[in-house]
């Protein structure tokens, strides 16, 4: 990294020098992703400050990370310098890369910032090579907005889970949906077999058991008109 002023951290954007729950958050995401990357082409759609592209580059063949913001792919250009990634100017409506020239898109805290929904997935489709695939992250309105009564004042439409499995499935033929929010408590995994998540949590004083993560404040999901990959939970 060369030495250069970090970008301020104003809400909408997460920045690395910032610890706590949003960085759980933000690195797990790109953590998971790591291992979808290797030895292909990615685009990192939202960019920011570009922590989470480089990170990808570590593993993939090479990443370019596009933003809105100008300054903030000055300042990513600028900190992270590898020869396998670049960073370009540009917006999820209008993706300043080549026709089916990608094999992954990468778009994590995107799609709440702008209401050009189908315009990106169309964007999405066309950068995309046959049998690549998205992998998105969305908050869920009912668990990050509705329920804790909270208002980002970043965010210009959210969508609530069956809103966003409805708009994969109209441009995706196959998809694959994971919760994500932060977790105390004890984990139990087993060590010789892949199984499903059982959770346990009390309500009214009644303890309680469901399969998966109970109201996730995130989904993720990978789509494709092709194969899904394999992608592991993780912790």
Known sequence: MSTQHNLEFTGERYVPEVHGNIELEHIHRYAQASQLVSGK???????????????????????????????????????????????????????????????????????????????????????????????????????????????????????????????LSKYFRHSRYYGQRLIYGSAIFAEDSASGLATYHRENDVLKSAIGLPSPLYWIAIASNAEIPEFNASF
């Open 41 to 167: 082409q990615v685009l990192d759609i939202a960019s920011g400050e570009g922590y989470g592209s480089a990170l990808l580059a570590d593993f993939a063949q090479h990443v370019v990370g596009v933003d809105i913001s100008a300054d903030a792919v000055l300042h990513a250009s600028q900190r992270y310098k590898k020869n396998n990634l670049e960073y370009r100017h540009g917006s999820c409506a209008a993706i300043p890369l080549d026709d089916a020239s990608v094999d992954i898109v990468v778009s994590f805290e995107t799609i709440e910032h702008h209401d050009q929904h189908d315009e990106m997935m169309r964007e999405i489709l066309r950068v995309l090579k046959p049998g690549g695939f998205l992998l998105i992250s969305s908050p869920d309105k009912l668990h990050y907005s509705d329920v804790p009564g909270a208002h980002n004042v970043f965010h210009v439409k959210e969508l609530y889970a069956d809103e966003f499995k409805q708009l």
